[in-house]
C-alpha cells in the first residue's frame, strides 16, 4: 500500500513511518523539519537497497506546499491507499490557568491541529480517491472529547482538537457514499516531545497500535456502520 504520514520526523509519526516500512509498505513521509532521525531512517532504508521511504518536505499548514507534495508524489504514483493525518502542536506546555493565557497561540494551534488535516484531505482527495483503500485516518486525541472532558486548561489544544472532529465528521458525512473510510484515533498518553517523559506508552508501543487500527478499519467493510472517534485499543469516544 502507499501511506502518507504527516510531522514524520520524530514522535508517533515516526514510530508510525518504521512499523508500515517494516510492513513492506511504501511510506510517503512529510516533514517540515527532517531532522537526525528521519534522516537515519533513510540511510538505514538506503543501506539495504530499499527504496520504499520517500520524505518530502511539507508544512502542513501551507497549501501551496500540500499541492507541491500532490504532485510530487503523484509523479512517482497514481494512488494513496491511505493518508495519516498526525502533525499537530501543543503550544500551551505550561498549562496556564485564566489570568496567563496566551491568546496568540490559540489561531496557530486551530491551524495545525483541525485546519491542516482537513486542508490535507483535500489536498490528496484526488489520489485517494483512486486508491484500494480510500482511509483518512487522523491522529485525534481524548482531549478533544466534549463529552468527557476533566481539564480546567488547555483550551487551545483540547479546542482545537474538537475542531478537528467536527471538521472529519462532516467530511465523512460527505465522502460516505464513495465508500471512504474515515477515523479519528487517540493514540494514548505517549512519550514523546508533546506527551513527556511520564507518559505511558513508548512512541513504539502506541503506533502499533494505531497500526492495528488502521489494519482494521481497512478490513472491515467501509459500509459497516463504524464508531468514528476511537482510542488506540479500538475503544469508542465520546464526542
Ligand atoms: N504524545 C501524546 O501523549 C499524545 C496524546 C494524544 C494525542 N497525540 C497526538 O498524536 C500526534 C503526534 O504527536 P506526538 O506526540 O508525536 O508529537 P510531537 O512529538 O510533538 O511531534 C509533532 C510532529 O508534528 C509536526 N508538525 C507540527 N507542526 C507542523 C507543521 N506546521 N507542518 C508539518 N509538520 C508539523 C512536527 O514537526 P517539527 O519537528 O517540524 O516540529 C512533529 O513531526 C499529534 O496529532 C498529537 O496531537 C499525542
Not at 129 to 134: D, F, H, Q, S, V
Not at 220 to 227: F, I, L
Request: charge should be negative; aromatic fraction near 8%; proline fraction near 5%.
Amino acid at each position: 500500500m502507499n501511506i502518507l504520514i504527516t510531522g514524520a520526523n520524530r514522535g508517533l509519526g515516526l514510530a508510525l513511518c518504521k512499523i508500515f516500512l517494516g510492513s513492506g509498505h511504501r511510506v510517503f513521509a512529510l516533514y517540515r523539519s527532517k531532522g537526525e532521525t528521519l534522516e537515519k531512517l533513510e540511510n538505514e532504508q538506503a543501506d539495504h537497497n530499499k527504496a520504499n521511504l520517500v520524505p518530502i518536505q511539507c508544512d502542513v499548514t501551507d497549501e501551496a506546499q500540500l499541492r507541491a507534495a500532490h504532485d510530487h508524489i503523484q509523479a512517482m504514483s497514481p494512488a494513496l491507499d491511505i493518508l495519516i493525518n498526525n502533525a499537530a502542536v501543543h503550544l500551551e506546555q505550561n498549562k496556564p490557568d485564566i489570568d496567563e493565557l496566551d491568546f496568540s497561540v490559540y489561531l496557530p494551534t486551530f491551524e495545525v491541529n483541525a485546519v491542516a488535516p482537513l486542508m490535507a484531505a483535500v489536498s490528496f482527495l484526488p489520489l485517494l480517491r483512486a486508491g484500494t483503500e480510500k482511509c483518512i485516518i487522523n491522529i485525534s486525541s481524548e482531549a478533544g472529547s466534549i463529552g468527557s472532558c476533566w481539564r480546567d486548561r488547555e483550551y487551545a489544544y483540547c479546542m482545537s482538537k474538537a475542531a478537528l472532529n467536527m471538521g472529519m465528521r462532516i467530511f465523512q458525512n460527505r465522502l460516505k457514499d464513495e465508500q471512504f473510510r474515515i477515523r479519528l484515533i487517540h493514540p494514548g498518553w505517549v512519550r514523546t516531545d508533546m506527551g513527556g517523559s511520564n507518559a505511558e506508552l513508548s512512541p513504539e508501543e502506541s503506533a502499533q497500535a494505531v497500526f492495528n487500527q488502521i489494519m482494521l478499519t481497512i478490513q472491515s467493510p467501509a459500509t459497516a456502520e463504524k464508531p468514528l472517534y476511537i482510542d488506540w485499543e479500538g475503544k469508542p469516544l465520546a464526542w
